[in-house]
């Protein structure tokens, strides 16, 4: 049966990459030298020290999981390697030597017009290479290809716009992620299941401790795992869904240079609840 036979690929692509993820994790935070340990070390919300490795471990376990899970068509296997492991690598570039003088598309994109390269011009301008490079492979034709590598860029930017606090990118990942992964299983689509399974299974693998604040995704580990969501939402849902879901990430794109989602979050009652589940309290004067 299609929809048994997508099950075990979906199941098998989690497994792969959650298993990958950990064991990547564990090898990049044991026994560190002091100066990787440094470079790799930030301070979170409430000014505690924190490693970003947890960025490159979702990296190299969700990409090793598009490389080893079966039922991937070779195209759509290179274009998750490509939109993974390349808006990886840009992120980790951005987390290693970023700075924090021009910030968002607009600050970016501005110091640019002045001829000032900026470690996030190099990033946006790199995974959006990398998204219509990825796009290329999945799409048919020109346009489709345009708004699929939009869509896939986009939202590897938007997912690590949610990497503010505690579990809130991976969550947000696996929310929007698993109806697509739901909806690949009930319609028998092996290829679409276990391209959707993968990040799900490397981020869930890695959610501890980001909830627990030992760990966060950084850009590293955002950009990619929106790039592979991205990915796998252009190759599931048809076309006026992919029209739908890119105005929607340039809609929140946007609204984030004029609002706070964490703002908005803290806001809403029901948001705030999923938010909080399984973090620490938050810490009151």
């Known amino acids: 049966m299609p929809a048994r036979r997508a099950l075990l690929y979906a199941l098998a692509g989690a497994a792969i990459g959650a298993a990958a993820a950990r064991a990547a994790y564990t090898a990049f935070t044991r026994n560190r030298p002091a100066d990787l340990s440094g ?3 930030r301070k979170n919300h409430r000014g505690e020290p924190i490693t970003l490795l947890e960025g490159p471990a979702f990296v190299a376990g969700s990409g ?6 079966p039922g991937l068509p070779g195209r759509v296997r290179a274009a998750a390697l490509l939109a993974g492991v390349g808006s990886g690598t840009l992120g980790a570039y951005d987390d290693l030597y970023g700075t924090t003088s021009s910030k968002g598309f607009k600050g970016h994109l ?13 990033k946006i301008l790199g995974i959006g290479a990398t998204g219509l490079g990825a796009a290329a492979l999945v799409s048919d034709g020109p346009v489709d290809t345009l708004v699929n590598g939009a869509t896939i860029a986009g939202a590897a930017n938007l997912a690590n716009l949610f990497d503010l606090r505690p579990g809130r990118a991976i969550k947000v990942g696996l929310l929007t992620g698993g109806p697509l ?5 009930f319609r028998g689509s092996p290829a679409a299941a276990a391209l959707v399974a993968v990040p799900l299974g490397a981020a869930a693998a890695l959610l501890p401790d980001d909830l627990g604040e030992r760990a966060m995704l950084g850009d590293a580990g955002a950009n990619s795992l929106g790039a592979l969501l991205g990915l796998a939402a252009v190759t599931t849902i048809g076309r006026p869904g992919r029209y739908a879901l890119l105005g929607t990430v340039a809609a929140l794109t946007a609204a984030s240079e004029k609002v706070s989602f964490t703002k908005v979050i803290a806001a809403n009652p029901v948001l705030n609840r999923i938010d909080m589940l399984g973090r620490r309290p938050v810490a009151t004067v």
């Open 39 to 41: 470079r790799w070390t």
């Open 64 to 69: 090793a999981a598009a490389a080893l899970t």
């Open 110 to 122: 501005t110091a640019l017009a002045r001829g000032e390269v900026t470690s996030g011009a190099v």
């Open 181 to 185: 992964l739901a909806a690949s299983v």
